[in-house]
């Protein structure tokens, strides 16, 4: 049973939905180490400058990446046929990093967007190696394909890891292995807009992704341009990785988890999916996000250190109730 078969129920779990992300945007707002009332900004104009610059940039900046990752996972596993990977686990965001390592030592003033454009061509390149040794492997064993992107991706974060250590770059890459809001400023973050409008571009496109879902015969069969969406699938992924890397740094798990766990409760079919998705990976980011702050209060724990605790959990208790099921 899904939402969509559910009829009226269906309104009030989009209705519960909603008012939970409202409410995690509204705590993260108030929640840090200056005391902010919401009802003093009218007349209070530090509290209302601590929100324009700090608090909401921030909220928005954990909204987007959250939604976008969750996104780039479920597209990521379509490409894949394969329910077990996404951008973290298949060499994407090695990739990104390691791109931003390359454009930093050619351009070392190079600004966050031509970064974030170097890291989108490296990670386009090692999705689709990645893409082309995955679709080789024997389809009868599905975990071959995350062990082998976790391989890659190894491979790949070693050798960022080995050039960093080599230049004395390592705390430079730290940056962007590690995920966290801490740094976010109004000005430092506004090019997650973009990973939004790839997020919107996926749901334009999510009847064609269903389509490549089924495999290549399946699609050409059906008359899908399978090439091309391939590519439009790649570019999504990698676009959206890239992006959070530069900006926030590498936040694992969460298209991984969110898609399997809302496929189970929305269905299949990636046009009712997607909002999903989108929904409960912006939930799921904001809620760590918010932990974090409070965890060690007045200090900070980062997003991607709870969200692999986090993460973890929330991916075993997938395998072990995928098992009892079986």
């Known amino acids: 049973m899904?939402?969509?078969?559910?009829?009226?129920?269906?309104?009030?779990?989009?209705?519960?939905?909603?008012?939970?992300?409202?409410?995690?945007?509204?705590?993260?707002?108030?929640?840090?180490?200056?005391?902010?009332?919401?009802?003093?900004?009218?007349?209070?104009?530090?509290?209302?400058?601590?929100?324009?610059i700090s608090r909401l940039p921030r909220t928005l900046a954990a909204l987007l990446a959250g939604s976008a990752l969750a996104i780039a996972g479920l597209v990521m596993q379509t490409l894949a046929r394969n329910r077990f990977v996404e951008p973290s686990t298949a060499g994407t965001a090695q990739s990104a990093a390691l791109g931003i390592l390359v454009v930093t030592l050619v351009w070392p003033n190079a600004s966050l967007g031509w970064k974030a454009l170097g890291a989108a061509a490296t990670a386009l390149a090692g999705t689709s190696i990645f893409l082309m040794f995955a679709h080789r492997l024997p389809p009868m064993q599905p975990f071959l394909v995350p062990l082998f992107g976790l391989v890659y991706g190894g491979i790949i974060g070693s050798a960022a890891t080995f050039a960093a250590w080599h230049l004395d770059l390592l705390q430079y890459l730290e940056v962007w292995i590690t995920g966290e809001f801490s740094g976010v400023l109004r000005g430092r973050y506004e090019l997650l807009w973009v990973a939004g409008a790839l997020v919107a571009l996926a749901w334009w496109t999510a009847d064609r992704l269903t389509i490549l879902s089924l495999g290549r015969d399946a699609s050409i069969g059906l008359g899908l341009n399978y090439a091309g969406m391939l590519r439009l699938g790649l570019v999504i992924v990698s676009a959206i990785t890239a992006l959070t890397v530069v900006v926030v740094g590498t936040i694992p798990f969460v298209g991984l988890v969110v898609p399997n766990l809302m496929s189970r409760f929305a269905g299949e079919n990636l046009r009712h999916t997607l909002p999903w998705v989108a929904g409960g990976g912006a939930a799921l980011v904001l809620a760590c996000d918010i932990l974090g702050r409070l965890i060690r209060f007045p200090y900070e724990v980062p997003v991607g250190t709870i969200l692999g605790v986090v993460g973890a959990i929330l991916f075993l208790v997938l395998l072990l109730g995928r098992n009892s099921n079986d």
């Open 2 to 52: 899904t939402v969509e078969s559910i009829g009226r129920p269906g309104l009030a779990y989009r209705a519960i939905g909603i008012a939970t992300l409202l409410a995690l945007f509204v705590t993260s707002l108030v929640v840090g180490v200056s005391d902010l009332a919401i009802g003093s900004l009218s007349s209070d104009p530090e509290a209302l400058q601590l929100i324009m």
